[in-house]
């Protein structure tokens, strides 16, 4: 059955083999594994992951991978990494709720071994700007460059309508080669709302979508635009194919031209998943999926099945299965 809005459901929990024969039978069976990036409150900890064979069971690898250590506050939220051509991850995050004007950035070659952290300070040129919020980080093939994308506020530059001046997001984005120049930060999409947690996703030659959270009293959910490039322009966004207090949307891509979409259904405390393999139509696919517990947004990339057998030689046995929640406010 195909649904505009989840179904509630209560998931039971699922205890997982020891990670290392997980690994083994992973590798048996493909070259590359999903990875989905995380972290648990209060985001003081650092960078966890996630990983799965299938997009659907997930197993938490149960080790802090990476501590934060730039920006005022030292967290670590919305991580979001990208592999390069080179085979280079690289990995941008939230570092604080409000007054930072950036985002933290840190690079890897296998996910344990990480460069020095730097903050990326994008907005400065905006003195006023409230928060940095949630940087998605793509990397766009036809271009040759990487788009990072967030959420920031700037009082009185656009109609708030039952907003606070301080609470109404638009995104904006900037874009770089070598993560040592950035393009200067521009306006990624006004869509008339407050708007958040943005996914840019590649479907073929000039064909991308955009999933993002239209962050508006008392909506707070997910919805859909189609562009032809990955800057767009993205116009007509979708009504919301999710209820409301969604939030978070992650994208990962099944075979046959399908995609599933993750999103944090705070309200109920446990995670959503939508599968679709046009975006204009969605079916619940939640009670066929599992998350561990305190997993909060992040993004699903992919690794080679070896890269997981390296991570996973010292990472303890994972924890059971269920489902999770978080809010932005």
């Known amino acids: 059955m195909t649904f505009r809005f989840y ?67 030292k967290l670590m939220r919305d991580p979001s990494i990208s592999r390069g051509p080179d085979g280079t991850y690289h990995l941008v995050w939230t570092c604080g709720w409000k007054g930072d004007k950036g985002f933290g950035y840190a690079s890897s070659k296998d996910l344990v071994h990480w460069s020095e952290q730097r903050f990326i300070d994008v907005m400065s040129q905006e003195p006023t700007t409230v928060n940095v919020w949630a940087p998605e980080i793509f990397y766009d093939a036809p271009t040759k460059q990487y788009l990072i994308v967030w959420a920031s506020t700037i009082p009185f530059r656009f109609p708030r309508g039952i907003e606070d001046e301080d609470n109404n997001h638009r995104l904006y984005y900037t874009t770089t080669q070598d993560f040592q120049t950035f393009t200067p930060a521009k306006l990624f999409i006004d869509p008339g709302f407050s708007s958040i947690d943005a996914v840019v996703v590649p479907r073929g030659p000039q064909d991308y979508v955009l999933v993002v959270k239209d962050n508006t009293r008392p909506n707070r959910n997910i919805k859909v635009a189609f562009g032809p490039t990955a800057l767009g322009p993205f116009p007509n966004v979708s009504e919301p194919f999710t209820g409301n207090f969604t939030e978070g949307p992650s994208v990962l891509a099944l075979p046959h031209k399908e995609w599933l979409i993750y999103y944090d259904a705070y309200k109920e405390k446990r995670y959503g998943v939508m599968k679709t393999s046009d975006f204009k139509s969605f ?47």
Request: with cysteine; charged share 15%; net charge positive.
């Open 283 to 329: 079916t619940d696919v939640s009670a066929q999926t599992s998350v561990p517990q305190g997993h909060k947004h992040g993004t699903v990339f992919t690794v080679p099945a070896k890269t997981l057998k390296n991570l996973l030689r010292s990472a303890p046995v994972g924890a059971a299965a269920t489902s999770t929640s978080g809010t932005h406010e």
């Open 7 to 73: 179904m509630m459901f209560k998931p039971k929990p699922i205890r997982f083999l020891p990670l290392l024969l997980g690994a083994a039978l992973l590798a048996s069976c493909s070259n590359d594994v999903y990875m989905f990036t995380s972290f648990h409150e209060p985001a003081n900890e650092g960078l966890r992951l996630l990983y799965s064979n299938d997009g659907y069971k997930w197993t938490d690898l149960n080790r802090i991978f990476l501590t934060p250590q730039v920006g005022p506050s």
